[in-house]
């Protein structure tokens, strides 16, 4: 090999050794899985009761994404797939919401992502 064949190849290893992307994301060391399906649960209680917008003047504030919710329709129901499921960070958690469109009732399962901290965060995963 060539001195500028080499030069490249240090080079491409010292850029792909720098790099965060391969290194696998360390996962929280205290998150507290209770509490993040206490604030799923409450999330989706007070989308089901129209009071979405309190969740962003609250102490701490909670962000919630929701493609449906964020469309104008109106939770009718919700329940979690597993319940007793412990709820981890990065991973999804499976709901049933029943959401109105129209005169309709339309039953979907759907994913949650929970996040704690930097902020509260109720994330539609799908």
Known sequence: MTRRTWLGLLIMIVSIAGCEWWRPVAPAVNYDGNRAKEVLLDALETW???????????????????????????????????????????????????????????????????????EIAVLRAE
């Open 48 to 118: 089901k009761q129209g009071k979405i917008g309190t969740l962003a003047s609250r102490k701490p504030p909670v962000r919630f994404v929701d493609d449906d919710q964020v469309a104008g329709l109106a939770l009718v129901d919700y329940r979690l797939v597993a319940p007793d499921q412990t709820v981890a960070p990065y991973e999804n958690v499976p709901v049933v919401i029943k959401v109105k469109i129209g005169n309709q009732v339309i039953e979907r399962t759907t994913v949650y992502q929970i996040t704690l901290v930097p």
